[in-house]
DNA sequence: GAATTTTGTTAGGCTAATCTAACTTTATAT
DNA sequence: ATATAAAGTTAGATTAGCCTAACAAAATTC
């Protein structure tokens, strides 16, 4: 069994090489930069995380997953974004408390608790940020993922996710009014200063690349293929 | 911030001084029994836990909890049950199945998150097992509690909770159609081996002391009152 | 009231997860 | 190709929670 400690470890290194574009493999420093610890932990522990099987390295090499490694991982997603769902649907939390909660209770390990609270939940595809749940064999969809800091003047794109959970930027999408699922055109992008102005809901607001740059979309002729190219 | 293993010292001391009849206070070797650790391990944590005035205790004394420290026991056996009954009534698990996950369910801290649970479920005063769930306060009902082995022959009982919550036990209650909240008469009482015999719902069914002394009733004529003296 | 048993404490050690400080290896820039 | 910078490792310390073994105090028994 695994330690909140590992599974964190595991998880963190999911986020850093498989949820982030074109990374498979992360440094020690990198990984103890995101985890908030010093270097030296993470040397420690990558090496016990080797003798468990969960990821490939070597001294002074890069740290990547093994196939067991990224399946406990996922898991330790999957139990959060249920929880997080579960917090928002059924005890009507707000989508930036949520987060904060399913971070203690993603380790609460059961299997057959994960898999009825799924249930319960009506097997949900997406959680309250519109990130995709994994399923109970670790697959996810990752789709390719533009933000709306590269739309184009003119054209017309839905809002499907976050890529900050923090309770202070949700907050702000609450005030200007933007939520997951709306759909906004870009009436005009400013080069000098990147501000991006959009209509949507009859609204019209003007966004900073702060903001921008972590809300994810999809353009809207591409809405049913699920993935964006053009 | 109390830790994991803090809290159930905390909890155990609830059970032992103010759920078990009559004691108030217990020794380091009865608390080290009941967490199962040795002696000597409980005997630093209680110095800890003195330090932050959660129980009374001098050196080659008894413990008992503080006033802060048992409301915190109270807290955590308040989340404890609330879990169990929320896994019993939303997500159909069994009530020989709750217990263990409500072991680490019960660690989660949040306030906000117990209290909306608790409203979610409609504010249950009684957890699977018929115990009592302690409100927001800490407060919580402590009947006089007698158990089926107690009672006379002839006379009617209502079952309200059970004493062991293992899974074997509520197992085998379950073969013989035992549940909370049915009533029983005792048809026969044999002194030689403290066989009883009960009829309820039309069925008959012969206990040992192993069964009668781990089910709580009230009888029959004081069921308005929730309380039993005769 | 002394001997024995029970109860509780202390000293010293272990493991997991963290740190700091000193060091080594690898990468980058002249 | 060196020198410098960046990245990574190691040694030694700390804290929480646990252990065993030896000891001390309190309670019981004779
Ligand atoms: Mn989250
Ligand atoms: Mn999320
Ligand atoms: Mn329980
Ligand atoms: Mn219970």
Known sequence: MLSFTEENYLKALVQLTIFEEGVTEVGVNRLAEYLGVKPATVSDMVRKLKKKALVNYERYGKISLTEEGRFLGMMVIRRHRLWETFLQQKLDFSWDEVHELAEDLEHIHSKKLINRLDAFLDH??????????????????????????????????????????SSEFLKYLDKLGIAINDEATIINKESFDELITIRFNGKERVLSPKVTDYLFVICASCLKAKKCDC
Chains 1, 2 share one sequence.
């Open 124 to 165: 949900p595809e997406f959680d309250p940020h519109g990130d995709a749940i994994p399923n109970r064999e670790g697959e996810i969809l990752i789709p390719f993922r533009r933000t709306l800091n590269d739309g184009e003047s003119g054209k017309r794109y839905k809002i499907i996710a976050v890529k900050d959970n």
